[in-house]
Nanobody, 126 residues
Framework: IQLVESGGGVVQTGGSLRLSCAEL?????????IGWFRQAPGKGRQGIAS????????WYADSVKGRFTISSDNAKSTVYLQMNSLNSEDTGYYFC???????????????????WGRGTQVTVSS
């Protein structure tokens, strides 16, 4: 399993970014969960969104609900995180992670995931 994030960058307050998480190894499981995590400077990884592969169930942290949207393109083995109305508290390193041991479950704690990408930096400037 190989996850690669992209789409990070510097954006002004109120702006938008779309992050991508591509799975490049071509692995095949009936169902799995992808989570997006954010790590702010000096803090631990916080789960912000999660999606199940088979039926597309989603979960969002309260801090991003209504502003972020997680979606998947199964044909491209890619999960997206559309981030709108960004503010300074959204600054951080964003990681995607994959779990296949709890099929159909939405997961938002980092210890649930064994497979991680290297992350992409998002900086929101005022």
């Amino acid at each position: 399993i190989q996850l690669v994030e992209s789409g990070g960058g510097v954006v002004q307050t109120g702006g938008s970014l779309r992050l991508s998480c591509a799975e490049l190894s071509g692995f095949s499981f009936d169902d799995y969960t992808i989570g997006w995590f954010r790590q702010a400077p000096g803090k631990g990884r916080q789960g912000i969104a999660s999606i199940t592969h088979k039926d597309g169930k989603t979960w969002y942290a309260d801090s991003v609900k209504g502003r972020f949207t997680i979606s998947s393109d199964n044909a491209k083995s890619t999960v997206y995180l559309q981030m709108n109305s960004l503010n300074s508290e959204d600054t951080g390193y964003y990681f995607c992670a994959l779990d296949y041991t709890n099929p159909g479950q939405l997961l938002w704690l980092d210890y649930h995931y064994d497979h991680w990408g290297r992350g992409t930096q998002v900086t929101v400037s005022s």
